[in-house]
């Protein structure tokens, strides 16, 4: 069975602060595809990042960088020196290969105080 | 540009209405999906269209009706809901369904928000 865990169902933090969210999961399937979505108040669910199961390469995106290790099914989502923007739910979420249905977390509320 | 439009953005109505609810992509995506997000929750798969044919129902009760009239349009048609349907309504997209191989990411809308009362 695929399964996403958040463990941290709300994180607060103060700004400048860096904060890491954590996402473990689990699956069989050799070919699968990680992701992270941010869902702010307004509710739209906005892509951020996909990660193939073949290419563990980490990946930093201005503030946003991304830790991708298989021997320990994690997918942790760093962003550094928060900002209030940054205030929203967060889901991580693994898709199987020949699947079209996301698995998602249950997310991280993240709120950034100023 | 990976917009994906929904309309509307907030609906009201009640048990013995019918509405529909719109979303429009021109992407050229090619698979679209209907997800329902209640309050707290992830999002719920609902509907899988790919290449305009209807490929997922996740066991969703025949009050909730999808059409997809071309390749751009998916709508969802609402008869006879409960109050337990209120949620957030998510429309997404993504390049290739699984007739076209690998999975894509898939890109959302921004939500109606119903209220059934």
């Known amino acids: 069975a695929q399964k996403v865990t958040q463990a941290q169902t709300e994180i607060s933090v103060v700004e400048k602060e860096d904060v890491t969210l954590d996402c473990v999961y689990e699956?069989?399937?050799?070919?699968?595809?990680l992701f992270w979505y941010k869902q702010p108040p307004s509710g739209e669910l906005v892509f951020l990042i996909r990660?193939?199961?073949?290419?563990?390469q980490n990946e930093i995106s201005g503030r946003y960088s991304w830790n991708f290790q298989k021997s320990t099914s994690s997918f942790n989502f760093t962003i550094t020196a928060s900002q209030v923007v940054d205030s929203a739910v967060y889901f991580c979420?693994?898709?199987?290969?020949?699947?079209?249905?996301?698995?998602f977390g249950k997310g991280t509320k993240l709120t950034v105080n100023p | 540009d990976t917009e994906v439009t929904q309309t509307p953005k907030h609906l009201v109505m009640g048990m013995t209405n019918k509405k529909s609810l719109k979303c429009e992509q021109h992407?050229?995506?090619?698979?679209m999906y209907w997800y329902k997000q209640k309050a707290k929750k992830p999002p719920e798969l609902m509907f899988v269209?790919?290449?305009?044919?209807?490929?997922i129902n996740e066991s969703v009760p025949s009050r909730f009706s999808p059409e997809c009239p071309n390749s751009s349009l998916l709508n969802l048609h609402l008869h006879a809901l409960q109050p337990e349907d209120s949620a957030l309504y998510l429309c997404?997209?993504?390049?290739?369904?699984?007739?076209?191989?690998?999975?894509?990411?898939?890109?959302f809308g921004p939500g109606t928000r119903l209220l059934v009362l």
């Open positions: 997404a997209s993504s390049q290739r369904g699984l007739a076209g191989g690998l999975p894509e990411t898939q890109y």
């Open positions: 699956t069989r399937d050799t070919t699968y595809y």
């Open positions: 990660r193939n199961s073949f290419d563990e």
């Open positions: 979420a693994l898709l199987m290969g020949g699947s079209e249905k996301l698995v």
């Open positions: 992407m050229g995506h090619r698979a």
């Open positions: 269209y790919s290449y305009e044919k209807l490929s």
